[in-house]
């Protein structure tokens, strides 16, 4: 039978704290079995994470993940509120296009569209066109379906690390609104009743407030960008607190 070895052992052989065994443990790079209320780990899984680096490196690796990982559940809220408040959708890209957040209040058009796997796929890909537009200068930007949006770069650390995007609005009537909306109940396969009640829900802005609604993703970018900070602020103090309970 294969050895099992405590948490306080596994400390001891890896130089981690007791946040990073857990932190492994539910990330899979350690194996484990919980016996009552105790957590068991095999030797043999152990042994092999030390043949492949030392210990500092398992924490250097570790922290490294926490740092770089984007802290959705962070920011959900302040781009809930701001959607809530605004009255348009919202959502966090990262540099590529591809959504860091789950988006903020959808008009009824968006999640039409949304439920046909094809018109999901075109969302995304709109996204990514999206930072490809945004990376080289450009801020109001008009989707697929014809919805206009906003975007403005979320920074940390004065590096680019995303995008806030709000919008899902129609800043003037078309004129081809009614072709346009032939075209995508073929193309994504939904009934053009549905689509033509759903765009005349769509939110409007009107002409008078377009250079104002322009300047609010800069408000609410800045917003994340507070809570980034913090989030880092907050990762160093932790550090300091694993460091000084290191098990040397």
Known sequence: MEELL?????QELLKVD????YRMLQDGRLKGVKIGQQWRFPRSNVEKLLSSGSGSSVE??????????FPAHC?????????????LSAIILDVEGDP????????????LLWKSASGRAACLQNWREFARQAAAGENLLTCHAGLSYWVHPVMEN???????????????????????LEELSQQYDI???LLQDAFEKIPRIPPDIHSRVNSWPAIAARAVEGILRERTSFIERLQQIANLTQIS
């Open 158 to 180: 004065s590096k680019r690390i995303g995008w806030f995007v709000t919008g899902g609005c129609l800043r003037h009537s078309s004129e081809t609104a009614q072709q346009r």
């Open 60 to 69: 250097s690796a570790a922290a490294a993940e926490l740092t770089a990982a």
């Open 100 to 111: 860091q957040t789950e988006i903020s209040n959808p008009c009824d058009f968006c999640r």
């Open 191 to 193: 009934p053009f009743d």
């Open 18 to 21: 007791r946040i990073t065994i």
């Open 75 to 87: 920011v959900q809220p302040v781009q809930d509120l701001f959607a809530e408040v605004s009255g």
């Open 6 to 10: 405590t948490t306080r052992q596994v």
